[in-house]
């Protein structure tokens, strides 16, 4: 998938869901307050150097799977990375279509993949769909609290 196609998937296919871009990067939101997105796509370096996201036509999505789907996938979630480093996870985080950890996020049940192919595109869409949900239902229960 390119950049463009995953963006109009993920608007298209979740409802009430927000895009914000910014730099080339595209944060999707369901939270009407923008103050966490449950997944992102980052296109340059800006933010780690872990993905070598500079290579041209290359991307990342990176998607927050809660911990339960994390450990099914990787195990444990690694502590996070000291000094701005990235995760050691035995990763190639500079790897095309394939799921990884999170090169930083790992340790918030995060987990990316870079230039989403045929190897991953049915698993990032029911991730996609996990993370969603779980989002949604984060929104749900804070809107239900008493004011």
């Known amino acids: 998938m390119t950049e463009s196609e995953i963006i109009r998937y993920i608007t298209q296919t979740f409802a009430d ?34 993905s070598d996201l500079d290579r041209p036509g290359v ?7 809660g911990s339960d789907i994390y450990r099914s996938m990787f195990g444990q979630q690694p502590p996070f ?37 045929e190897a991953t595109l049915e698993t990032v869409k029911v991730l996609l769909a996990e993370a ?6 984060k929104h749900t229960k804070r809107r239900a609290w008493p004011a």
């Open 132 to 137: 969603y949900k779980l989002d949604v239902a």
């Open 81 to 117: 990375p000291r000094d701005g480093g990235i995760v050691n996870t035995g990763h190639d985080f500079t790897a095309l279509d394939q799921i990884m950890p999170h090169p930083v996020y790992a340790a918030m049940s995060w987990v990316c993949v870079l230039n989403p192919g």
């Open 59 to 65: 991307f990342r999505l990176n998607i927050g799977v």
């Open 17 to 50: 869901v927000e895009v914000t871009t910014v730099n080339g990067d595209s944060y999707f939101f369901y939270d009407p307050e923008r103050k966490f997105p449950f997944a992102t796509l980052v296109t340059s370096n800006a933010h780690d150097q872990a």
